[in-house]
């Protein structure tokens, strides 16, 4: 069941509407039958695999609190970290790493099967995973206590709004608003709806009006001439962001209708004056999550410069493979990584970056994160390269793409209102205006929502993780 | 407290549903015609006739051509020549199905002065490849927009895939499981279902002198066995359920409705596949024929008027006629509306 489909659109009022209805106590269990019931729309027989990591993180988590005895606790701590990304690896890398390691030994002259099983990438295995790791291990550093309650446990797992996309939330922050009483409120209702709408239509009018033309020139990128070549990388960049980001504000909403509250996975990352601050606003609950789970403890930043530079790379690179078993998504990562590096070594050797005018700076930004994402949009290294080619005219492709005026006037109502939002998010913002502004806003995006939605059927990019 | 929230609430809604008609006024004032160009464009047809006696809705049997057929002529332009007192015109285009028409037809206004609608039934319609068709998400977003009901909802169903979507893999697979239905009324047939059927004719049943493979005629073979070999099941089959509503249709609007069952090359199927397929065939049009006539609609059997050397198409069943072919249709459509003594 997808947010941009008439079966969520039904589901989610009807939800909410018995969800008030209901006494308080019965709640969280109504919501964990209805978390279920959203995530088997997708495939029943997967949500056996989030019981059974909710199941082994429960118990091992429980294990954990309940022994004073180092060893006993890694070992809990370790059982937990193999179900959960043994799991992750099974279902999501294990063909990979066996096709790849076939073809090795292809070229090495040595005979192999095909080692590649016959599995489905369950839809947000990527995310849940990470998500009760982050409780084992919060448990572990004594950061929070177990859950008693299994019941209640398996709804902080499972709870629809940000199951299948995210965002990754920390058992210290939404795990305890599930044990709070929700009373109806007014402004959770209309920021919930304003999330929505705001989300929907950066999804659905943004995100999938672009769609179709980036899916044409990536076709065959050797077609089109340098122009197209720039616009589709353009144009990528911004798919990506709206898609992933109104899934989110969705996401948020759909959480805020309920009364509860989601961190923000996006905050204006397109208007960052450098790589560092990029990373402080893209995928936030990614980024935290990689921060406090990897990186520190790899020893962060306190640590030789030798070896913080092989943290850094490190956490990039597996911050690029969890977006999907692709070479190009660990070169996407490792790129970013070493972007991060220069960034953070010249800052501290000149000062030109910081005295730059700061229009500059936000173009150079973007410019290098929109290069990046042509490694993640392709299907290997040597076809990102034909790209390139392209897109500093050594291609010899004429072709254009036919872009509407419309397209350009919606692309540009949505960086300004990104601009509008660089410190805020659009329910905050919104709330305290006139209310003629504020219907007017409405207006606007209702309508476009309604009647400029990209009609061709796009699904969500990052449910391939 | 829970009161002031549903009275805030239920007087945002209404603010919400009084914007939602002005929206729709403005999306009707800006884009509709345009959207419906894109994605429904044989609407624009009917909006052009605006005297038309006679609407003929049709695929591209009406108007399909190819040497040494001159002048480009339709169905429907040889049936207004046989009915000189009448205006006939066309509403069609490739691939179109009943309930395309249906979606079609409720367009109709008043001042048109429509008084007959003639509707092709073409029995290859009714099969799953043709329902299945590649073409099937095209068609149904094409119902959808046009659909009845606030013209910007129906758009933004379009967006939200709310027309029956199916992914690639999803009509491969309805269209799979159709072939593979096994027959009940043929159940004595050699042949459980179609697809064991075409896999055996695929399999090297038609042989040249020289005993090789006869590569051509399998071929053209197979494909009477995929659009023919099946059977109508009128209480699944959506088609019928689209021709059972176009009767409604007619009937509540006081239209005399003519379903003109089209010409198929029964004679070639014979000679490539054989009498089962013919039979097969010959059952379907006839519950189409016994079902429509029960429900008021005058059918028109050209089954077999048009003969085999006067079929354009020879790589594919279909039911494009040379200007000859056409003629013979139409004047027997003709006939029959005459006779009818429905219109004046």
């Known amino acids: 069941m997808l947010f941009n489909s008439v079966e969520y659109l039904i589901f989610l009022p009807v939800v909410v509407l018995i969800y008030y209805l209901l006494p308080a106590k019965m709640r969280w269990l109504f919501l964990l039958f209805c978390s279920y019931y959203f995530y088997m729309q997708w495939e029943a027989a997967y949500a056996l695999l989030i019981a059974a990591s909710t199941v082994t993180d429960y118990f091992a988590a429980r294990a954990i609190h309940g022994t004073n005895k180092k060893k006993k606790k890694n070992y809990w701590l370790v059982f937990s970290l193999v179900v959960n990304l043994g799991i992750l690896f099974v279902f999501k890398y294990y063909n ?3 096709v790849e390691i076939a073809n090795k030994l292809q070229l090495a002259g040595l005979e192999s099967i ?78 919930g709806s304003r999330l929505i709408l705001f989300g929907l239509f950066t999804k659905m009018v943004i995100a999938d009006n672009l769609a179709p033309l980036v899916d044409t020139f990536y076709e065959n990128p050797e077609e089109f001439g340098q122009l197209a070549s720039l616009q589709a990388v353009v144009f990528y960049s911004f798919q990506i962001y709206c898609d992933f980001h109104g899934y989110s ?23 960052s004056q450098g790589l560092r601050e990029f990373w402080q606003r893209w995928h936030i609950s990614l980024s935290t999550w990689f921060q406090s789970y990897l990186y520190l403890q790899l020893g962060g930043n306190k640590v030789s410069l030798k070896r913080w530079i092989f943290n850094i790379l490190v956490v990039f690179s597996l911050s690029g493979l969890w977006h999907g078993a692709n070479w190009t998504f660990i070169f996407w990562g490792l790129i970013h990584g070493l972007l991060y590096l220069s960034e953070k070594l010249l800052h501290k050797r000149f000062q030109v970056l910081s005295s730059m005018w700061r229009p500059l700076k936000v173009l150079l930004t973007f410019s290098l994160v929109t290069l990046a994402w042509v490694f993640f949009r392709s299907p290997d290294i040597q076809f990102s390269s034909n790209v390139f080619q392209n897109l500093f005219g050594f291609g010899k492709g004429m ?38 502004i504020r219907w007017g806003c409405y207006s606007v995006l209702l309508f476009c929502l309604m009647a400029l939605s990209g009609i061709v059927h796009q699904p969500f990019i990052y449910f391939q993780f | 407290m829970k009161g002031r929230v549903y009275i805030q609430l239920f007087g945002r809604l209404a603010v919400v549903i009084a914007l939602f008609f002005v929206l729709n006024q403005l999306y009707l004032w800006l884009y509709w015609e345009r959207d419906v160009d894109i994605h429904s464009n044989t609407l624009e047809n009917l909006w052009m006739h605006e005297q038309a006696d006679i609407i ?21 332009d040889f049936l207004n020549r046989q009915l000189p007192q009448l205006n006939v015109e066309a509403v069609d285009n490739a691939g179109l199905d009943a309930s395309n028409f249906l979606h079609i037809m409720r367009y109709i206004e008043e001042k048109q002065g429509v008084k007959a609608l003639v509707v092709t039934l073409n029995l290859r319609s009714f099969g799953p490849t ?3 068709d590649k073409n099937y998400n095209y068609l ?12 910007l909802w129906n758009r933004f169903r379009l967006a939200l895939k709310d027309y029956g979507y199916l992914t690639e893999v999803e009509r491969m697979e309805k269209m799979r499981e159709a072939k593979n239905k096994p027959y009940e009324v043929f159940d004595s047939f050699r042949f459980e279902s179609m697809a064991q059927w075409n896999q055996h004719v695929a399999n090297g049943s038609i042989l040249r002198e020289d005993g090789s493979w006869d590569m051509e005629k399998i071929s053209l073979a197979s494909h009477y066995i995929k659009n023919f070999a099946f059977e109508i099941e009128p209480e699944n089959n959506p088609r019928i359920a689209d021709f059972d509503q176009i009767v409604s249709f007619a009937r509540a609007n006081n239209y005399p409705l003519y379903f003109h069952l089209m010409s198929e090359n029964v004679r070639e199927a014979q000679k490539l596949v054989g009498p089962e397929l013919v039979a097969m065939m010959t059952y379907n049009k006839q519950l189409l024929v016994n079902r429509y006539e029960k429900q008021g609609a005058i059918v028109v059997d050209n089954f077999l008027t048009v003969p085999e050397m006067e079929f354009r198409d020879r790589i594919f069943p279909t039911e ?23 219109l004046p």
């Open chain 2, 130 to 132: 043709w329902i299945y």
């Open chain 2, 140 to 151: 149904r977003k094409a119902d959808a927009l046009i659909d009845e009901g606030p013209a």
């Open chain 1, 96 to 98: 990979f790493f066996a």
């Open chain 1, 114 to 191: 095909n080692p590649a099983l016959p599995i489905l990438l369950p839809v947000g295995i990527s995310f849940y995973t990470f998500q009760t790791i982050s409780y084992t291990v919060d448990v572990y550093n004594n950061k929070v206590e177990p859950e008693r309650n299994f019941g209640r446990f398996a709804l902080y797992v499972s709870f629809f709004p940000q199951l299948v996309a995210g965002p990754i939330e920390r058992f210290t922050h939404l795990g305890q608003q599930l044990k709070r009483r929700i009373s109806l409120r007014y402004d959770n209702l209309a920021n």
């Open chain 2, 320 to 342: 494009h006629y040379s200007n000859k072919g056409k003629i013979r249709c139409a004047r027997v459509l003709a006939d029959s509306i005459l006779q009818s003594k429905l």
């Open chain 1, 249 to 271: 504000l969705i996401a948020i909403g759909s959480a805020r209708l309920l009364g509860f509250d989601l961190m923000d996975n996006f905050r204006t990352p397109y208007m």
């Open chain 2, 56 to 76: 003929y809705f049709g695929e591209s049997s009406n108007f399909y051509q190819e040497h040494p057929d001159t002048p480009k002529i339709r169905i429907s």
């Open chain 1, 399 to 436: 072709a254009q793409l036919e872009v509407s005026y419309e397209l350009y006037l919606l692309l540009l109502l949505f960086v300004f209102s990104d601009w509008s939002l660089r410190n805020n998010r659009f329910d905050h913002w919104i709330a305290p205006k006139h209310p003629l």
